[in-house]
């Protein structure tokens, strides 16, 4: 079925910033109107152009992947488009119904009226079919959102998919610290090798950066960061054999190299790590993920020797730091490592972001451990929900990082490097997002601040660029 959402040029200005920044939108709805069915809808977004038309244009594309929607009135229920993409040709929908048949005609005509329509499957599947014959970048479009609309499940009873869920929450962290959309990395398929990263399942966006992303390798782009290192598909270093894959992701300023890698079979890992570099300002975190139970009421886990070992590497990394010398070094603690720990629920979708969960500093982890608030019945010591009562949620912990409150100073490329490749050779699956901020480190604290608190985009270029299309 096919979701047609069809809006006045106003009421799409109010919503533009939402569109384009987050990528998604909600709409209350008559919930009588919504199917039954729970398959994902591909959802059409359309612009009346005038009050005495009804052409309707095509504005946007996204997915509606829970068309019941939630409930939040008596007869209402609010639906969440996802993915929303703008639409990459300029379409009036009038003139293609002239080319479904003919006794579908009338139901498609009622969609450039209503509000919300809710196309049946025969209606629907003729009007996909007239719209991929418009344009190939549009045919291509509707095949990734309808790809998109359903990726592959990941099973928390398998070993590999419990390791590419924890790699795909710290890449997903990265990414929200780099202000780009998480449904960036929604569109995967399971991988064909175990041992293969997370992102060696994603699947390209059909539009430029999207295809740099996955050919940047092929096709010479700048991820210097990781080629120096010898991090490629299948190559050695320092001994191991890395499985590694490099993405580069652009959203509206802001541009962020990632790379996961793999250097030890699915048996032999440990758990994910995120390191997290801000180039211009030398500065990392890295954040260790600890994955907890789902059910309520068990969100706990046993300290046990493994922990206790991994805090002490953590602190040789922390140790990597310098003193604060400049006022765009200061941080408000000297404490650039974190455990997160992490649950899923049954339940996952695109807009939330990273994993729910706790972030906690090293040395607070180990006040923890000795505090009696920790201690099991039996003596020995649990972390998690019911044993910690302050922690950095996911926001707090994003906005430190965005804005260089916490982090190292005055660490290098080059320790970047040697750090991936220690933490993937004892057994670590490593994400690692670099900013390519290239400003001075000065200037790149004003723009970093000016970037995370601005609301919205320049509509006027943006408004420019739509007339210069049309």
């Not at 069915?37 to 052409?55: K, V």
């Not at 890992?269 to 500065?283: K, P, V």
């Not at 972030?359 to 920790?374: F, H, I, K, N």
């Not at 100073?409 to 670099?434: H, N, P, Q």
């Amino acid at each position: 079925m096919v979701y047609v959402v069809a809006l006045s040029a106003e009421e799409l200005d109010r919503i533009d910033t939402e569109l384009r920044i987050k990528q998604s939108f909600t709409k209350t709805v008559a919930a009588a109107a919504l199917p039954r069915d729970r398959t994902p809808h591909i959802t059409l977004l359309l612009e009346r152009t005038s009050a005495q038309s009804d052409q309707g244009r095509l504005a946007w594309l996204g997915v509606v992947r829970r068309p019941r929607g939630d409930k939040v009135a008596a007869v209402d229920a609010r639906i969440a488009v996802e993915l929303v993409r703008e639409c990459p040709v300029q379409l009036l929908m009038r003139p293609l119904l002239d080319r479904v048949p003919l006794h579908l005609r009338h139901d498609l005509a009622g969609m450039l009226s209503g509000e919300v329509t809710v196309l049946g499957d025969e209606a629907s599947e003729a009007l996909l079919a007239v719209l991929a014959q418009q344009h190939d970048l549009l045919r291509i479009m509707l095949g990734f959102l309808g790809e998109a609309a359903e990726p592959d499940p990941l099973d928390s009873r398998r070993a590999e998919d419990r390791l590419w869920q924890e790699q795909y929450d710290m890449t997903r962290l990265g990414l929200a610290i780099g202000n780009i959309p998480p449904s960036r990395l929604a569109a995967w398929r399971r991988p064909s090798e175990p041992d293969a990263p997370f992102l060696a399942g994603l699947i390209p966006e059909p539009f430029e950066q999207g295809l740099i992303e996955h050919d940047a390798r092929r096709l010479g782009i700048d991820v210097d960061v990781f080629s120096e290192a010898g991090w490629q598909p299948g190559s050695h270093a320092s001994g191991a054999s890395f499985r590694c894959d490099i993405h580069v992701f652009e959203h509206l300023g802001s541009r962020i190299e990632v790379a996961n890698i793999n250097a030890t079979p699915v048996e032999e890992r440990l758990g994910a790590d995120l390191i997290y570099y801000h180039e211009a300002t030398q500065s990392f975190i890295l954040v260790q993920a600890k994955r907890l139970p789902s059910a309520a009421g068990t969100r706990w886990m046993y300290v046990d020797k493994r922990l206790l070992g991994q805090l002490d590497r953590l602190d040789k990394v922390a140790a990597l730091s310098r003193t604060a010398l400049a006022p765009h070094e200061w941080r408000l603690g000297a404490d650039p490592c974190f455990v997160k720990l992490a649950y899923w629920p049954s339940e996952e979708t695109i807009d939330p972001g990273p994993a729910p969960g706790m972030y906690l500093p090293v040395p607070y982890v180990r006040l923890l451990l000795e505090d009696d608030g920790t201690r099991g019945p039996n003596g020995g010591r649990r972390l998690g929900y019911g044993y910690v009562d302050r922690y950095l949620g996911n926001t707090e912990f994003t906005e430190l990082v965005k804005n260089g409150l916490v982090g190292t100073v005055g660490t290098t490329l080059d320790d970047l490097r040697t750090l991936g490749t220690e933490r993937a050779t004892e057994g670590m699956s490593v994400s690692i997002v670099v900013d390519r901020a290239t400003a001075p480190p000065h200037e790149a604290v004003k723009e970093r601040h000016r970037r995370n608190h601005t609301r919205g985009y320049d509509k006027t270029l943006a408004t420019k660029r739509r007339r210069r299309q049309s």
